[in-house]
C-alpha cells in the first residue's frame, strides 16, 4: 500500500470546500460537525440545528454555556449575528421542503445507488433511535455523507445493497471517505477523486465494487 | 374576565383518567417543564392514575424530569424520536423488561403529526420514512403509500392528547408565550395540540406588556400558566 488516507480531518476540510458561500447547511451529529471548523467565517455559510436555530455559532467560551441554547447534539452553542430561532415544525418544514442547500451526514453504509443506513444496527439488543436522520436524508437539497471507507473490521462501507435498516431511498448524492470521494446517482457509483497513489483498480479491490472515474 | 392563571398543577389539572395521553415539551436539556412534571407525578400518585401514553422527543436522562415520570411505571406507551442517551437508563431497563411499549416516529413526522392535531388536519402525505421500517405499523403491515407527482409518500396521522406540559419563557393572564431560545422546539405544537395545556413560565406580565409582535404561542392555544422560579440556564 503506496498511499495515506485521508485524517478526518481532512475530510472535513474538503466537504468544507466543496461548501459555496451563502449555502443553508445542516451539519449531523458525529463526524459532519468537524466541517464547521473549515468554514470561513466570510464565507457566511448558514448552519442550521434542527432543534430550531439558523445561523448556529460555535462552541462557547467556557462559563458562558447557556443550555437554552444546544445543537441537535444537546452541545451548548452560541447564535451569530442574523441568527434565528423557531420552533420544530418550522424547523423540520425546512429540512423536509428542500429549503436546506446541503446536509452532511454520518453513515453505517451507503449503497452505489445511494441508499443511506445510519440510524440503527438491526441488532435486537439495542434500542432503536432515529431522530432527524430520516428527515435530513430524504429533504435537503443534497445530502452528502463523510465516513471512513472501511469498518473496523475492514469491510467496505460503501455496498452494492445496505444490509442495515434503511434512513432514506436513493437520497445520497456524495460520500467523502478517507480514501476517495464518490459520487451516486441511479445509474450506479462513480468516483470523483481518490487519495495519491490508490488506484481505482485498487479501491475496486478494497471495495469489493465494480467503479469508474467521474471524470 | 379571562384569567388562566393558577398556582399549582393540581389547580390546573382537575381531571385525569387511566390511559390518558400527555405532550410534554422539550429537546435535550432546553424546554423540558421540570417543574410541572414534577406535579404532575404528584397527581398521579394521588389517583392512581395509570396506563398513560407519553409524547415526547426523547424518552428522559438521568432521574428527575420525564425519566421519573417513567419510574412510576404509569406510564404504558411512549411516543418520541430518540429514545437513547447515555443516561437514559430508566427508559432503557423498562423497555428491556417490556414495561414500556415504544412507537419510534421520525422527528419531523412526530413533530407533523403535533402540528396537524393543532390544526384540524385528517392525516397527510410525508416523503419522511419512505421505503423504511418506520413506514410500518407496529404489527408490521406497510403504512398506506401514494406516489405524488413521481415522488414516493407516507400517510401519516396526527398525534392528539388530552394534556400537553410545556415550559414557556413569559406569559400574561389570557396565555399568551414567549419561549427563550432552542428551548422553544416542541411548545408552540403541542400546545395546540392537545385539550388542555398548561405551560410554566418565569415572568407573568400585564396584558399588553408582552409585544404582540412577539408573542410566539397566542393564549387561544393555552388553558392554564403556572409561575416557577426562574432556573439557571448556565448548568443543564
Same mark, same amino acid.
Request: net charge negative; hydrophobic share 40%.
Given at each position: 500500500?503506496?498511499?495515506?488516507?485521508?485524517?478526518?480531518?481532512?475530510?472535513?476540510?474538503?466537504?468544507?470546500?466543496?461548501?459555496?458561500?451563502?449555502?443553508?447547511?445542516?451539519?449531523?451529529?458525529?463526524?459532519?460537525?468537524?466541517?464547521?471548523?473549515?468554514?470561513?467565517?466570510?464565507?457566511?455559510?448558514?448552519?442550521?440545528?434542527?432543534?430550531?436555530?439558523?445561523?448556529?455559532?460555535?462552541?462557547?467560551?467556557?462559563?458562558?454555556?447557556?443550555?437554552?441554547?444546544?445543537?441537535?447534539?444537546?452541545?451548548?452553542?452560541?447564535?451569530?449575528?442574523?441568527?434565528?430561532?423557531? $420552533? $420544530?415544525?418550522?424547523?423540520?418544514?425546512?429540512?423536509?421542503?428542500?429549503?436546506?442547500?446541503?446536509?452532511?451526514?454520518?453513515?453505517?453504509?451507503?449503497?452505489? $445507488? +445511494?441508499?443511506?443506513?445510519?440510524?440503527?444496527? +438491526?441488532?435486537?439488543?439495542?434500542?432503536?433511535?432515529?431522530?432527524?436522520?430520516?428527515?435530513?436524508?430524504?429533504?435537503?437539497?443534497?445530502?452528502?455523507?463523510?465516513?471512513?471507507?472501511?469498518?473496523?473490521? +475492514?469491510?467496505?462501507?460503501?455496498?452494492?445493497?445496505?444490509?442495515?435498516?434503511?434512513?432514506?431511498?436513493?437520497?445520497?448524492?456524495?460520500?467523502?471517505?478517507?480514501?476517495?470521494?464518490?459520487?451516486?446517482?441511479?445509474?450506479?457509483?462513480?468516483?470523483?477523486?481518490?487519495?495519491?497513489?490508490?488506484?481505482?483498480?485498487?479501491?475496486?479491490?478494497?471495495?469489493?465494487?465494480?467503479?469508474?472515474?467521474?471524470? | 374576565?379571562?384569567?388562566?392563571?393558577?398556582?399549582?398543577?393540581?389547580?390546573?389539572? =382537575?381531571?385525569?383518567?387511566?390511559?390518558?395521553?400527555?405532550?410534554?415539551?422539550?429537546?435535550? =436539556?432546553?424546554?423540558?417543564?421540570?417543574?410541572?412534571?414534577?406535579?404532575?407525578?404528584?397527581?398521579?400518585?394521588?389517583?392512581?392514575?395509570?396506563?398513560?401514553?407519553?409524547?415526547?422527543?426523547?424518552?428522559?436522562?438521568?432521574?428527575?424530569?420525564?425519566?421519573?415520570?417513567?419510574?412510576?411505571?404509569?406510564?404504558?406507551?411512549?411516543?418520541?424520536?430518540?429514545?437513547?442517551? %447515555?443516561?437514559?437508563?430508566?427508559?432503557?431497563?423498562?423497555?428491556?423488561?417490556?414495561?414500556?411499549?415504544?412507537?419510534?416516529?421520525?422527528?419531523?413526522?412526530?413533530?407533523?403529526?403535533?402540528?396537524?392535531?393543532?390544526?384540524?388536519?385528517?392525516?397527510?402525505?410525508?416523503?419522511?420514512?419512505?421505503? %423504511?421500517?418506520?413506514?410500518?405499523?407496529?404489527?408490521?403491515?406497510?403504512?398506506?403509500?401514494?406516489?405524488?407527482?413521481?415522488?414516493?409518500?407516507?400517510?401519516?396521522?396526527?398525534?392528539?392528547?388530552?394534556?400537553?406540559?410545556?415550559?414557556?419563557?413569559?406569559?400574561?393572564?389570557?396565555?399568551?408565550? =414567549?419561549?427563550?431560545?432552542?428551548?422553544?422546539?416542541?411548545?408552540?405544537?403541542?400546545?395546540?395540540?392537545?385539550?388542555?395545556?398548561?405551560?410554566?413560565?418565569?415572568?407573568?406580565?400585564?396584558?399588553?406588556?408582552?409585544?404582540?409582535?412577539?408573542?410566539?404561542?397566542?393564549?387561544?392555544?393555552?388553558?392554564?400558566?403556572?409561575?416557577?422560579?426562574?432556573?439557571?440556564?448556565?448548568?443543564?
Amino acid at each position: 500500500m503506496n498511499y495515506k488516507t485521508r485524517t478526518k480531518d481532512a475530510i472535513a476540510a474538503l466537504i468544507a470546500k466543496d461548501i459555496p458561500a451563502g449555502a443553508y447547511v445542516n451539519l449531523g451529529i458525529g463526524m459532519p460537525v468537524m466541517v464547521a471548523n473549515h468554514i470561513p467565517a466570510e464565507s457566511e455559510v448558514c448552519l442550521h440545528s434542527e432543534n430550531g436555530i439558523l445561523g448556529m455559532g460555535p462552541t462557547p467560551k467556557k462559563g458562558e454555556e447557556d443550555y437554552d441554547l444546544i445543537n441537535a447534539g444537546k452541545q451548548p452553542v452560541t447564535l451569530l449575528a442574523g441568527g434565528s430561532y423557531f $420552533h $420544530h415544525t418550522d424547523s423540520f418544514a425546512m429540512m423536509r421542503a428542500g429549503h436546506l442547500d446541503i446536509c452532511v451526514l454520518g453513515a453505517f453504509q451507503v449503497s452505489t $445507488h +445511494g441508499d443511506l443506513a445510519n440510524w440503527h444496527t +438491526g441488532l435486537p439488543e439495542d434500542i432503536p433511535a432515529v431522530g432527524g436522520a430520516m428527515d435530513l436524508a430524504i429533504g435537503a437539497k443534497q445530502t452528502w455523507v463523510m465516513m471512513d471507507l472501511l469498518t473496523k473490521s +475492514g469491510q467496505s462501507k460503501i455496498v452494492a445493497q445496505c444490509t442495515y435498516p434503511l434512513t432514506g431511498l436513493g437520497c445520497v448524492k456524495r460520500v467523502y471517505t478517507d480514501h476517495a470521494t464518490f459520487e451516486c446517482s441511479k445509474d450506479g457509483i462513480s468516483v470523483i477523486d481518490t487519495v495519491e497513489g490508490l488506484s481505482i483498480a485498487e479501491l475496486e479491490g478494497i471495495t469489493g465494487i465494480s467503479l469508474k472515474s467521474k471524470n | 374576565m379571562i384569567n388562566k392563571i393558577v398556582n399549582s398543577i393540581s389547580e390546573a389539572i =382537575t381531571s385525569i383518567q387511566s390511559g390518558a395521553s400527555v405532550m410534554v415539551g422539550g429537546f435535550g =436539556t432546553a424546554g423540558i417543564p421540570n417543574e410541572l412534571i414534577e406535579g404532575f407525578i404528584q397527581i398521579l400518585n394521588d389517583k392512581d392514575i395509570r396506563n398513560l401514553t407519553i409524547i415526547n422527543n426523547n424518552a428522559g436522562n438521568g432521574d428527575a424530569g420525564l425519566a421519573a415520570l417513567l419510574k412510576t411505571e404509569r406510564v404504558q406507551k411512549i411516543i418520541c424520536s430518540y429514545p437513547r442517551s %447515555t443516561d437514559s437508563y430508566v427508559f432503557d431497563s423498562l423497555y428491556k423488561a417490556g414495561k414500556i411499549e415504544l412507537e419510534l416516529v421520525p422527528q419531523g413526522n412526530l413533530s407533523e403529526r403535533i402540528r396537524a392535531a393543532g390544526a384540524g388536519i385528517g392525516a397527510f402525505f410525508t416523503p419522511t420514512g419512505y421505503g %423504511t421500517e418506520l413506514a410500518k405499523h407496529s404489527d408490521g403491515t406497510s403504512k398506506e403509500t401514494r406516489e405524488i407527482n413521481g415522488r414516493m409518500y407516507v400517510l401519516e396521522y396526527p398525534i392528539h392528547a388530552d394534556f400537553a406540559l410545556i415550559k414557556a419563557y413569559k406569559g400574561d393572564r389570557w396565555g399568551n408565550l =414567549t419561549y427563550r431560545k432552542s428551548a422553544r422546539n416542541f411548545g408552540p405544537s403541542m400546545a395546540m395540540a392537545a385539550k388542555c395545556t398548561v405551560a410554566s413560565v418565569y415572568e407573568i406580565l400585564e396584558l399588553g406588556d408582552l409585544d404582540p409582535e412577539s408573542i410566539v404561542t397566542p393564549g387561544i392555544f393555552v388553558n392554564k400558566i403556572i409561575l416557577v422560579p426562574e432556573t439557571s440556564h448556565k448548568v443543564p
